[in-house]
């Protein structure tokens, strides 16, 4: 029996929750994401009425829409249609458009390819620009050219998407004529690219498959302006985190041990402070990848990117709510798994956020 005054035995700190164990959790998760977003959209849909009537009404004589709605089940209760709805979502039906009457799975899978890669390209410049400048503001704290950084983030984050799109289309298109104005291609290159086997939608990887270099060049030329109107929303954004988090890695202690042995500052921020600084980074970019979506929207309609938010801006003003349901739906599920893929990475480098 042990004495009431000895003391109690130490204990081995955990050094990190079970991996298997968050996994399941965060993939669990991503059920009642999804779920709570397509149900607002149903709801927030049927406050005008019944699809059909918002698209068609005033088009079609009303024996003939109340025909039409009695056909597709509009008519029934409201729990019914949403339940009917759950249901055509877990097999992958999605409905038909109501305007042009195609397989809401076959806009999907014919516009979804180019949304995900200006996504691609808008991280790739955010990477690209957010990064080291917020590096650079990092190691010129609270001098001139940090402030000109912090001013550049703000004024990237706050700028709206088609504003600055207009904007590097006038001086890139208009005024210095090197870069095309809208499209993902030119016609010449978009008719090559059809022609090739099973060709992905994504107009990088088919140009890559050609081997043609004129096409390879001709698809970065027409995504570049979209992408950098895109991207620079998110730079605006890593800029900022990581000049915060270098600023506070540096005043930890084995910095100060490192800088007392006479590392210089360019080798702390560049070596020591740089990957902590990270991991941050990693953790918000499944929300970066909502807030591109989102503005997915304003760029492809600026630039005429014939992606999903093109698609989606065509529908929303032709009140084709059916078709509304599914793209967004489906924006739903790309951004729950995107999370859980950031997630898992964010706990394979750093175990502290499996608690």
Not at 113 to 134: H, K
Not at 162 to 177: D, P, T
């Amino acid at each position: 029996m042990p004495r009431p005054d000895a003391p109690e035995p130490l204990r081995r700190p955990r050094s990190g929750g079970s991996l298997g164990r968050y996994i399941l959790i965060r993939f669990l998760l991503i059920f009642p994401t999804v779920f709570i977003l397509v149900t607002t959209v149903f709801l927030f849909m049927r406050l005008t009425g019944d699809p059909l009537t918002a698209a068609l009404g005033g088009r079609l004589p009303a024996d003939q829409l109340q025909e039409r709605i009695h056909a597709a089940g509009y008519d029934r209760p409201l729990i019914v249609q949403y339940l009917e709805y759950l249901g055509q979502i877990f097999t992958g039906d999605f409905g038909t458009t109501i305007t042009d009457n195609q397989r809401v799975s076959d806009v999907l899978l014919r516009y979804g390819g180019a949304t995900l890669e200006l996504a691609f390209y808008a991280l790739i410049v955010a990477f690209v620009v957010g990064i080291p400048l917020g590096m650079i503001a990092a190691a010129l704290r609270d001098r001139w050219g940090d402030a000109v950084l912090r001013v550049f983030a703000i004024l990237c984050y706050a700028t709206p998407v088609f504003f600055a799109g207009l904007l590097l289309k006038l001086v890139f298109s208009v005024w210095l004529g090197v870069l095309p104005t809208s499209g993902r291609a030119s016609p010449r290159v978009e008719i090559m690219l059809g022609r090739i086997d099973s060709p992905t939608g994504i107009y990088l990887i088919d140009a890559l498959r050609s081997g043609s270099p004129n096409a390879i060049s001709d698809v970065l030329s027409h995504a570049l302006l979209p992408g950098l109107a895109l991207g620079l929303l998110t730079a605006g954004v890593f800029l900022r985190l990581v000049r915060t988090n270098v600023i506070g890695t540096l005043a930890m202690p084995y910095i100060d041990a490192a800088r007392s042995r006479g590392v210089s500052e360019t080798r702390l921020v560049r070596t020591h402070a740089y990957k902590p600084a990270l991991i941050p980074i990693v953790t918000v970019i499944g929300l970066q990848v909502a807030l591109l979506l989102g503005g997915a929207v304003l760029t492809e309609t600026t630039f005429e990117w014939q992606g999903l938010g093109f698609q989606l801006s065509h529908y929303l003003g032709a009140r084709d709510f059916v078709a509304v349901q599914g793209i967004v739906a489906l924006l739903a599920v790309i951004v729950a798994v995107t999370n859980f893929v950031v997630d898992i990475i964010a706990a394979l480098i750093d175990p502290r956020v499996r608690y």
